[in-house]
């Protein structure tokens, strides 16, 4: 068991940065090597991790000898040949970005990177650890008897500036429904503990980035929709997305609803968007409501503000790596959020991208890498 993790960062974008604040809160961690080939980028990544030294390619940070564990937070597409590239090289515990994938064409290499990868890999999926998400997640089955009915809404900004603008087209970033809602699906798996069969979709791009072109290109993502997944069991979930509602209170909306009664989880976006001139920002609730006897009980779950501050994941980002430093060190058994949960997730995203595409219910495959039962 290594007396401090020494992790090796992979890109440094907006996200990758939000992962080297919440490491640096964690007790005996440390960066050691970054490949971040954006100037800009790395040198915002060196104000977060100013002892980090820089590498000029993966292989290279894979050389360094001080490394416990490797983060990969580079855009979408590049996971994959990144993931088989470490594989090749130097098998160490992996925390990799959500989505695991962007295309369908990159399932076959997955396939044998999960039979011959002998470490343990974690797929980031931050909303499983927002706080009031998370208290959801634990209290749903006990104030549901049984859930039934799952919606979850996020209403929200649009899409942000990525280095090079990859997250504004589809071949980049696997399309709105695989790079934004992969979390939701993901959410969906969870609190549901059964496996979807059917995805019926309808989106469009409707007020989000039509006048911007990049080298003679138009984007071509969603910035709104709707999405019904049907699972095993008979129950039913919804997604509804809108990216251009930023002047929401709350900007995730999670309700689940069972033969006992409802839980809701509201969670809002992140503090540095908060108008000023409102004051605060809404602190996280968790409502439960029964149908016997009637009536609503709220809960505050607020979040330390040191937590808060490194991020705009409600602080969900921090409690992550606390759960894969613990993995690193033989302190946990194995990955809360597996290959598996990361590739069923893309699948249910990929599916709601064709049947927006397509106007058509998608049928998923009865399996996976491994299956889970309802």
């Not at 160490?92 to 990159?106: Q, S």
């Not at 979850?152 to 900004?157: K, L, N, S």
């Not at 999405?227 to 709350?250: H, K, P, Q, T, W």
Request: with cysteine.
């Amino acid at each position: 068991m290594p007396a401090k993790v020494r992790y090796g960062v992979i890109g440094c974008g907006m996200m990758g940065q939000e992962h080297l604040r919440n490491i640096a809160l964690l007790p005996d961690t440390e960066v050691t090597v970054i490949f971040e080939p954006d100037a800009g980028m790395a040198e915002a990544a060196a104000r977060f991790a100013p002892l980090a030294r820089f590498a000029n390619s993966v292989s290279e940070l894979l050389e360094v000898d001080e490394l416990d564990c490797i983060l990969i937070a580079s855009p979408n597409h590049c996971h994959v040949p990144q993931m088989e590239e470490i594989r090749r090289k130097r098998p160490l515990p992996l925390l990799v970005e959500k989505p695991l994938f962007t295309d369908p064409k990159d399932v076959a290499e997955l396939e044998a990177f999960k039979a011959s990868y002998p470490a343990p890999v974690w797929v980031a999926m931050e909303y499983r650890y927002m706080p009031p998400i998370a208290a959801l997640i634990e209290q749903a089955e006990t104030a549901t008897g049984g859930i039934k009915m799952l919606t979850i809404r996020e209403h929200r900004f649009p899409f942000l500036d990525k280095v090079g603008a990859w997250n504004r087209f589809n071949r980049y970033s696997g399309g709105t429904f695989v790079e934004k809602c992969c979390h939701f699906f993901d959410l969906m798996r969870l609190i549901m503990q059964c496996e979807p069969v059917r995805v019926m979709a309808s989106a469009g791009q409707d007020a989000n980035h039509k006048d911007e072109v990049y080298n003679g290109e138009q984007p071509d993502i969603l910035d709104n929709g709707y999405v019904i997944v049907d699972f095993e069991n008979g129950a039913r979930a919804m997604l509804e997305l809108c990216m251009f509602a930023e002047g929401s209170r709350y900007q995730e909306e999670v309700s689940a609803v069972g033969p006992e009664g409802k839980i809701e989880a509201f969670v809002p976006g992140p503090g540095r968007f908060w108008p000023e001139h409102l004051g605060e920002p809404p602190v996280p609730q968790l409502v439960v409501s029964p149908r016997y006897p009637k009536g609503p009980r709220q809960i505050d779950i607020p979040v330390d503000p040191m937590i808060l501050d490194a991020g705009d994941h409600n602080g969900s980002t921090f409690y992550q790596h606390e759960g894969f430093v613990a993995v690193v060190r033989g302190e946990k058994p194995s990955p809360e959020v597996t290959l598996e949960d990361g590739w069923r997730a893309v699948e249910m995203g990929l599916a709601a991208q064709q049947s927006a595409r397509t106007g058509q219910a998608v049928t998923l495959r009865s399996q996976a890498l491994s299956s889970v039962a309802c």
